[in-house]
């Protein structure tokens, strides 16, 4: 059973920063690509930053300049440092990842951290 908790989600007034922090555990062989996605209400969910393992990156044009995507291999853990908050950037947050578990490989999900950027 392979799990992914995020946590750093808030409140924050435009301009700010919020540190998202997304810790997988249980069976885990290898993790490969891991990511963060968003989903704002009556929007579909997007894809904000991906990591690779060797920590290639990639980011929504949206996104990029502002936020920054890392992960430890070591903790099985990946961040998003999140710099010069504007409203639209309000959703929720989602932790993805592709994760060799045993002899299967499959993408999990974490349950979504709530990030509210204030005018």
């Known amino acids: 059973q392979v799990q992914l908790v995020e946590s750093g989600g808030g409140l924050v007034q435009a301009g700010g920063s919020l540190r998202l922090s997304c810790a997988a555990s249980?069976?885990?062989?290898?993790?490969?690509?891991m990511g963060w996605y968003r989903q704002a209400p009556g929007k579909q969910r997007e894809l904000v930053a991906a990591i690779t393992w060797v920590s290639n990156t990639n980011y929504a044009d949206s996104v990029k300049g502002r936020f920054t995507i890392s992960r430890d291999n070591a903790k099985n853990m990946v961040y998003l440092q999140m710099d010069s908050l504007k409203p639209e950037d309000t959703a929720v947050y989602y932790c993805?990842?592709?994760?060799?578990?045993?002899?299967?490989?499959?993408?999990?999900w974490g349950q979504g951290t709530q990030v509210t950027v204030s005018s």
């Open positions: 249980g069976s885990i062989f290898r993790i490969n690509a």
């Open positions: 993805n990842a592709n994760i060799r578990s045993g002899i299967y490989t499959s993408d999990y």
